[in-house]
């Protein structure tokens, strides 16, 4: 009998963990709470099919692991489009400023949207093997299997991974006997990147800053948005504008958010703003697949990439995974990669095939 790996997480890290694990003949299954792939990855259909990132989006050359799972996968990626001015706003009662930004390091998209790497990796793996709508709510290790469960069912498996971020898995999944406290406190007091981060985009019909020779890119201490950019696609046939809404704004409903979102729009790029053809946005601290509501506030990357998260807990049972586990990169699409080929290595170590 194969051993069964039951992985809790269907983003990056769940997916590339199930994929590898199946390639070296292990038995797999992704339990998965939202109804959708992707996690923290999320690429949405806009008007007139408009790609919109509202998770992860950019990445650069420093990002190996993630670039070579692109490159296995046959991915292609594209640079950030930056070109024409950008500008910056100070401060509130400063129009914005014309700004240059040096030639920097660029920064890539993937081809077809982000999703593209969780459809390639969903690909690898069977609808058995990954099942959407699935709330774990508690792991037994009290046994000789592992009993996975949910409010309706419980699965049994030899081992476990977890992807959740590490405060994530503490908050929501009851676990017995109860996780070592050492580990524990380290894992409350682990930021899960962008956990309060909201993104916003507008479609547009033609891309009327790139015609006047205007990137789309500027940043402000002023707000709500924080940072905008082009998010034209790669062909150039479909364009849309998207970027960070201060996470303070969550406080607010989504029409007052809209209106201010739009004043300040206006600032930067004229009345033509108001000719958008739809309108989106995401609030992830209002997820409780990413932010618990219990999360206390963590300084942004606290404890990302901790090492104590490569223990093996619970006999070797269970293994901690996702991105924020990531000694490189942690709470980016290349920690998530990095963690789950380290969680595979570590695994095969510990337990053989079967
Ligand atoms: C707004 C935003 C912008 C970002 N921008 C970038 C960027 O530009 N570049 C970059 O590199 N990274 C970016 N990131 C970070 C990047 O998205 C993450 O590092 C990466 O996607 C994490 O993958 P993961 O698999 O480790 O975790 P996740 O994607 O969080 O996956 C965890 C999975 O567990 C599931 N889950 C949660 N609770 C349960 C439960 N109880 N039972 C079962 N399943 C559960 C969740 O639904 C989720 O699918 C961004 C993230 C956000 C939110």
């Known amino acids: 009998m194969k051993k069964k790996v039951i992985i809790l997480g269907a983003g990056l890290s769940g997916l590339y963990t199930a994929v590898l694990l199946k390639s070296q003949g292990y038995s797999v299954q992704i339990l998965e709470a ?37 490159q296995k996968m046959g991915i292609e ?91 994530l898995l503490c908050l929501s999944v009851a676990i017995n006997p109860a996780l070592d406290l050492e580990v524990k406190n380290i894992a409350l007091a682990t930021h899960t990147w962008m956990q309060d981060s909201i993104k916003t985009a507008l479609v547009y019909e033609t891309p009327f800053w790139r015609d006047k020779d205007v990137s789309g890119t500027f940043f402000s201490n002023v707000g709500p948005v924080t940072e905008f950019y082009d998010h034209s696609n790669r062909a150039v046939e479909k364009y849309a504008l998207c970027g960070f809404v201060n996470g303070g704004y969550a406080g607010i409903n989504a029409v007052q958010r809209k209106e201010k979102v739009l004043a300040q729009l206006e600032r930067f790029f004229g009345e033509v703003v108001h000719t958008y053809l ?50 490189n990169f942690p709470g980016y699409m290349d920690g998530a990669v990095q963690s789950a080929e380290r969680v595979v290595n570590d695994l095969k170590t510990i337990h053989s095939l079967v």
């Open 34 to 70: 939202r109804k959708r792939l992707g996690g923290r990855i999320y690429t949405q259909y806009a008007e007139l099919e408009t790609p919109i990132e509202m998770g992860a989006t950019w990445f650069g050359a420093k990002h190996t692991h993630l670039l070579a799972l692109l």
């Open 77 to 167: 990626y594209y640079k950030q489009h930056t070109e024409g001015t950008a500008y910056f706003e100070p401060f509130s009662l400063a129009p914005p400023q014309k700004i240059n930004i040096p030639e920097q390091v660029p920064s890539y998209r993937i081809d077809g949207g982000s999703e593209a790497i969780i459809k390639a990796l969903a690909s690898k793996l069977s609808e058995e093997e990954i099942q959407l709508g699935t709330t774990v709510s508690a792991l037994n290790f009290a046994t000789e299997k592992v009993s996975v469960s949910s409010s309706s069912h419980t699965w049994e498996a030899d081992l476990v991974v977890s992807t959740l971020p590490p405060a």
């Open 278 to 327: 739809d309108y989106v946005e995401y609030v992830w601290p209002q997820d409780p697949y990413t932010k618990h509501e219990a999360m206390p506030n963590i300084f942004p990357h606290q404890n990302n990439g901790h090492s104590i998260f490569e223990r093996a807990l619970m006999d070797g049972k269970l293994f901690l995974s996702g991105s924020e586990t990531a000694r």
